[in-house]
T-cell receptor, first 111, second 115 residues
């Protein structure tokens, strides 16, 4: 069975600082993808970043980057230069088509 | 990327009634999914909506409670039947363009409250 675990229910960071959100997963699939989604209070699920499991290079999207450790089944998200608009629930997800989500990390940005 | 519209965005319903949620994608997609997000919880997959055939349900979800239709490649509906307060959740539609090399995008969700 596929599982995704986010061990940090809540995180906070000062504006302009860097924060890292943790995620571990377990899967028997050989071909899969990993995702970080952001859900603000508006409840829309917004794709932040995606990593193909077969790629060794870590994905980056502007201020967002991941640390993908395939052997350890770890997929953390680093947010640099945090902005007030980054405040949201962040969900880690894994799958090729059907997605399994972690429990989420609520990120607060302190001005 | 595909733009996904859901209707209604929210509703308040009486116990024992049914509600149908619509999901419209602005382009043809290969796969559509329905997820449930209970209050303060993560997303759980209800089913995969298959075009022209019966949906594929995940463990714990049944067709009698959550009938799903997908008449074409851009549209799907989810009905929540005989609702109880435990059905109060956000229901989200998602779509996958192409195959698994494309990211999955979500609609804005339907917030459902049962009195």
């Amino acid at each position: 069975a596929q599982t995704v675990t986010q061990s940090q229910p809540e995180m906070s960071v000062q504006e302009a600082e860097t924060v890292t959100l943790s995620c571990t997963y377990d899967t028997s699939e050989s071909d899969y993808y990993l995702f970080w989604y952001k859900q603000p209070p508006s409840r829309q699920m917004i794709l932040v970043i995606r990593q193909e499991a077969y790629k060794q290079q870590n994905a980056t999207e502007n201020r967002f980057s991941v640390n993908f450790q395939k052997a350890a089944k770890s997929f953390s998200l680093k947010i640099s230069d945090s902005q007030l608009g980054d405040a949201a629930m962040y969900f880690c997800a894994q799958g090729a088509q059907k997605l399994v989500f972690g429990q989420g990390t609520r990120l607060t940005i302190n001005p | 990327s595909a733009v996904i519209s859901q209707k209604p965005s929210r509703d308040i319903c009486q116990r024992g009634t049914s509600l149908t949620i619509q999901c419209q994608v602005d382009s043809q997609v290969t796969m559509m999914f329905w997820y449930r997000q209970q209050p303060g919880q993560s997303l759980t997959l209800i089913a995969t909506a298959n075009q022209g055939s019966e949906a594929t349900y995940e463990s714990g979800f049944v067709i009698d409670k959550f009938p799903i239709s997908r008449p074409n490649l851009t549209f799907s509906t989810l009905t929540v039947s005989n609702m109880s307060p435990e059905d109060s959740s956000i229901y989200l539609c998602s779509a996958l363009s192409g195959y698994s090399n494309q990211p999955q995008h979500f609609g804005d969700g339907t917030r459902l409250s049962i009195l």
